[in-house]
């Protein structure tokens, strides 16, 4: 946490260059959206799977943050491309994560739901959104890992509880099966305030 | 030494070594110098003259302690030929090389077993801890620990679970200092174990494979080096904070990033020469590459590096910013041993050692295949767009231009191959040179034969690497036969680093050139002000014609330069001109 020699300047632009990206079209959207959440919850796969359907169950700890983009189409005709930035769960990371969300249109914010340890680290991560994100930040809390029932040890009720008093979208998926995966993304898309459209 | 007794049977343990395992922890001498002492580690007669600084007794159930039981010189089939002064000093090194074989390696029952399986990365064994037999018989530990004892790192085992060995690491280094001095190495039986302080941070490597006490701080180096990569160095802030500080959450995940970086000890010469090598390729090839990389360095990139696996294809530095070598084997190590790099493109913090030890820097990587990868180097936190235009603007030039697809013809053909050495203008001599060699060998004994049926170049030529100190480079040949597996390549790079620590020893030091004839090679090294040349023949190859075959080597290294060099990289490259001037004098100094 300590170790960060150069915290990211608050005040600057940070990885978010969409602002400049010409005019906003409301037919057209392009979002950038951040995962957060504790080392070994799935985030990667998780984006893996929505970004190229695929799933590999050798876990490969991600280094600082990846960048993938994935574009999808709604039903009204208008599409998504979402931006996404798949961030490092380790610790020492924890304090460069300013960088990655700042300016982020969506928060992911992922734990395991057979370990109630990330459930807590979700937690942290929602509170240190609510202070330092944008305050008109999309969020939603996805409990990964839906197929491993039997070892479960945060139950859905603990989801959507918390979920609902923070104003969150609550969804549990498996990227292992693909259960609820392209949900989770449709339900986002669905949800983000359309800039310049007349009438939403 | 260990050959001597067999008390434990080897069940199926992964050493085959059967050595008793009381003696793996019983220290005897400790070797304690001021910190300006220089390094007269493996010279024996002065260590023992050392030793007024006490000795601790640290045995386990066994209290028998060893007082530097060394096998005599005498044992070795070390063949003569003085080339220079240093040699003596080592002779006795030979006799556990062997054994080293005979234990390490199965080279004498086959050649071609440890061939086998490719390695792995990772961390193995997480199931033991210092109780374990199999643990304990471990060639070679690496730890890191903090000052006040908590394990950091370790290479084999749990680091929770060898709280207790940590302690007795960190009591033992606490111990010396309190002292007023500090422990640099102690010897216990055939191991060594070697200390390095740095601040809050300790290394210990314990060892029983005989390498040089240099080589081994010179690993311990890396590996701090590899941690501040990961974390800088203001990590020592939260021991100031708080001593009894726990760093293992801050490397979660980093065990890979360790775990390769110390098998590149076994075969990546970039880690003792502190040089690194390019990709062959095509002058204008490398040319191309080099361009575009100065274009997006001069839109304020700090430093952009185009990688073939541990081969750089071309750098840039911006303005007079320059990368130390050790600075790319960390970085690259780094890169290529963590898979998510190759998932998609990243942008990650990272920090250079050598360039800023205090300091993040953030890293753009991409890889274009399976091999190349690109790495972008800024100060800027927030460049990751500006970097990834870079990126395409760089891709799209690569493609243009085929350097992708050179670089994996390239890497498919690979590289110098002392079978291609170019013969003598002058051949009359080789064939008779030839014939008495071979003569040589049907009458040598038997053990030898197996070890020397391998092809080879000329001369019995097996293997060279050349160091141009100018530019930071060395080129080595392709690892063919006789050389075939990974087990003899250790041995040969071991071999190597014995040479190079013996030429570099401070005090006895420097040396020119040395001759050396052992069971297993001739090694012959030379060291110029302008290069190294490290070069292992045929253990009968004839001298004179090994020196003729090196200045041949020289010459070759010279004429293919361009191709094997990134030129320009540096301000001093008019250097291969001096080579040329020093590869005719190699006859005249043995």
């Not at chain 1, 610790?91 to 739901?113: F, H």
């Not at chain 2, 003596?88 to 086998?116: C, K, L, P, W, Y």
């Not at chain 2, 701090?224 to 009894?244: A, D, H, W």
């Not at chain 2, 090994?546 to 330069?561: G, L």
Request: net charge negative.
């Amino acid at each position: 946490m300590g170790c960060a020699s150069s915290i990211p300047d608050k005040s600057a632009g940070g990885l978010n260059n969409l602002d400049n990206g010409g005019a906003p079209d409301a037919k057209n959207l392009r979002v950038k959206l951040v995962l957060l959440g504790d080392s070994g919850v799935g985030k990667s796969c998780i984006v893996l799977r929505f970004v190229r359907g695929q799933f590999d169950p050798t876990s490969k700890v991600t280094v600082g943050a990846s960048f993938l983009s994935q574009t999808i189409a709604l039903q009204d005709s208008t599409t998504v491309k979402f931006e996404i930035w798949d961030t490092a769960g380790q610790e020492r990371y924890a304090a460069l994560a300013p960088l990655y969300y700042r300016g982020a249109a969506v928060a992911v914010i992922v734990y395991d739901i057979t370990s109630s340890e990330s459930f807590t680290k979700a937690q942290y991560w929602v509170k240190e959104l609510q202070k330092h994100g944008s305050p008109d930040i999309v969020m939603a809390l996805v409990g990964n890992k839906a197929d491993l029932q039997d070892s479960r040890e945060v139950p859905a009720q603990d989801g959507i509880d918390y979920a609902e008093k923070n104003g969150m979208f609550f969804i549990e998926t498996s990227a292992k099966t693909a259960d609820n995966i392209n949900q989770l993304f449709e339900e986002i898309a669905k949800r983000l305030p359309r800039p310049s459209a007349p009438d939403s | 030494m260990s050959s001597s007794s067999s008390s434990i049977s080897s069940d199926d343990e992964p050493n085959s070594n059967p050595k008793p395992v009381d003696d793996e922890l019983s220290l005897a001498s400790v070797t304690l110098n001021e910190s300006n002492g220089n390094g007269s580690i493996n010279v024996n007669e002065n260590e023992n003259n050392r030793q007024d600084g006490g000795e601790i007794a640290w045995g386990r159930k066994n209290s028998e302690v060893e007082v530097e039981a060394l096998s005599s010189p005498s044992s070795s089939g070390y063949a003569g030929e003085r080339g220079s002064s240093s040699e003596t000093t080592n002779s006795r090194i030979e006799d556990d090389e062997i054994q080293q074989v005979n234990n390490d390696d199965g080279f004498v029952d086959g050649v071609n077993h440890s061939r086998a399986s490719p390695w792995v990365p990772g961390k193995r064994h997480v199931d033991e801890d210092d109780a374990s037999i199999s643990w304990r018989k471990r060639k070679k530990h690496f730890f890191i620990l903090s000052h006040s004892g908590k394990p950091i790192y370790s290479r084999y085992g749990d680091e929770h679970k060898l709280a207790g060995f940590s302690a007795t690491l960190q009591a033992i280094i606490s111990f010396v200092e309190n002292g007023g001095d500090r422990v640099k190495l102690v010897r216990a039986g055939n191991h060594q174990v070697v200390f390095l302080v740095k601040g809050p941070i300790y290394l210990v490597c314990i060892s029983c494979t005989e390498e040089p006490y240099e080589s081994l701080k010179g690993q311990l180096e890396l590996i701090y080096g590899q941690m501040i990569l990961i974390l800088t160095k203001s990590v020592n802030r939260c021991f100031e904070k708080n001593p009894k500080f726990d760093m293992t959450p801050l490397l979660g995940g980093t065990d890979v990033v360790f775990s390769s970086l110390i098998h590149s000890f076994s075969w990546n010469p970039a880690t003792f020469l502190h040089a690194y090598t390019c990709l062959p390729l095509a002058y204008a090839t490398r040319q191309a590459a080099g361009a575009i990389l100065q274009d997006v360095a001069d839109s304020g990139v700090l430093f952009a590096l185009l990688m073939c696996k541990n081969k750089v294809i071309s750098l840039v530095g911006a303005q007079k910013a320059s990368l130390h070598p050790d600075d790319m084997l960390l970085l690259s190590n780094f890169v290529m041993s963590s898979e998510s790099f190759r998932t998609s493109e990243c942008f990650s913090p990272i920090c250079l050692p050598r360039y800023n030890p205090m300091a993040f820097l953030y890293a753009y990587v991409h890889y274009f295949d399976d091999d190349t990868y690109l790495m972008l180097l800024t100060t800027s936190s927030d460049a990751f767009y500006h970097l990834k235009d870079c990126r395409i603007r760089v891709e799209t030039v690569l493609l243009k231009s085929n350097v992708l697809s050179e670089v994996q013809r390239s890497l498919l053909e690979g590289g110098m191959r002392v079978e291609d050495l170019p013969l003598d203008p002058l051949p009359r001599s080789s064939i008779s040179h030839r014939m008495s060699q071979q003569r040589l060998l049907t009458d040598s004994p038997e053990r030898f034969r197996e070890s020397s049926v391998g092809i080879g170049g000329p001369a019995g030529l097996w293997n060279f690497i050349y160091r141009s100190i100018y530019l930071d480079q060395y080129v080595s040949s392709e690892i063919s036969s006789p050389i075939n597996s990974h087990q003899q390549q250790k041995r040969l790079y071991r071999a190597y680093q014995k040479l190079y620590s013996s030429m570099h020893e401070k005090g006895i030091g420097p040396h020119r050139t040395q001759f050396r004839r052992d069971e297993n090679y001739v090694l012959l090294c030379w060291v110029t002000p302008d290069f190294e040349l490290y070069a292992a023949f045929d253990p009968l190859a004839d001298k004179a014609l090994a020196i003729k075959t090196c200045n041949r080597v020289c010459q070759w290294v010279k004429d293919v330069e361009n191709e094997i060099f990134l030129q320009g990289a540096s301000p001093f490259s008019c250097a291969t001109d001096k080579a040329e001037f020093a590869a005719l004098m190699l006859e005249s100094y043995l």
